[in-house]
């Protein structure tokens, strides 16, 4: 069965810093990794995700994921914060593309500050 | 409707009683989707609908929990005889075919409180 690890369920970081938000994956296959972010009152959305192709993917508002096998990680990250990215991101996984259900992790609320 | 709507967005009930939430999926998706957030916990899955196929219902934590769906439209989560350990954001969402892949839109979700 395949679960995700989040760590940390809060960061902060300063607008215009580095945004690394962690994630780890466990599958016995090889995964399909999603992120979603979700804004205050607002449903899930999809920033991006993995499907075995390239393992660098890039998503919507500046965001990219590494996939990594030998570190079972797919980390999201932003060269440069902003205010608007202030946020609650979830990790998810999913065993194949055809899967009717994805895992997600416990999330990681993004705080950005002055 | 151009997102997931679901109603309401906001519900607070007595331990005991039995609640109804609903979920407008986008026209024309297939598949929706019920999922459950607790505090401090991962997005859990309830139950699947996949157009006339039967649903997946391999997520419920107990048989007070029940969910319908007419066709593609509407479907609506019901929870009897309500426990404080219900108390959760649950969200709805769609998508055009069955698949993770297809990618999921959520609704905003119902946060229930049960006192």
């Known amino acids: 069965a395949q679960s995700v690890t989040q760590l940390g369920s809060h960061v902060s970081v300063s607008e215009g810093a580095l945004v690394l938000l962690r994630c780890n994956y466990s599958?016995?296959?090889?995964?399909?990794l999603f992120w979603y972010v979700q804004y205050p009152n607002q449903g899930l959305q999809l920033l991006l995700k993995?499907?075995?192709?390239?393992?660098l993917v890039k998503g919507i508002n500046g965001f990219e994921a590494e996939f990594k096998k030998s570190e079972t990680s797919f980390h999201l990250t932003k060269p440069s914060a902003h205010m608007s990215d202030a946020a609650e991101y979830f990790c998810?996984?999913?065993?194949?593309?055809?899967?009717?259900?994805?895992?997600f992790g416990t999330g990681t609320r993004l705080q950005v500050t002055l | 409707g151009a997102g997931v709507s679901q109603s309401p967005s906001n519900k607070v009930t007595e331990k005991g009683k039995d609640v109804e939430l609903r979920c407008d999926p986008i026209s024309g998706h297939t598949a929706l989707y019920w999922y459950r957030q607790r505090l401090g916990q991962g997005l859990e899955f309830l139950i699947y609908?996949?157009?006339?196929?039967?649903?997946?219902k391999s997520g419920l934590p107990s048989d007070r929990f029940s969910a319908e769906r007419t066709g593609e439209s509407v479907s609506t989560l019901t929870i009897q005889r309500t426990q404080q350990e219900d108390s959760a954001v649950y969200l709805c969402a769609s998508s055009l075919e069955g698949r993770v892949n297809s990618g999921y839109t959520f609704g905003s979700g119902t946060r229930l409180t049960v006192v």
């Open positions: 998810a996984v999913s065993e194949d593309g055809t899967a009717s259900k994805l895992t």
């Open positions: 599958s016995s296959v090889p995964p399909y």
């Open positions: 609908f996949q157009g006339n196929s039967a649903p997946d």
């Open positions: 993995y499907t075995s192709a390239a393992t």
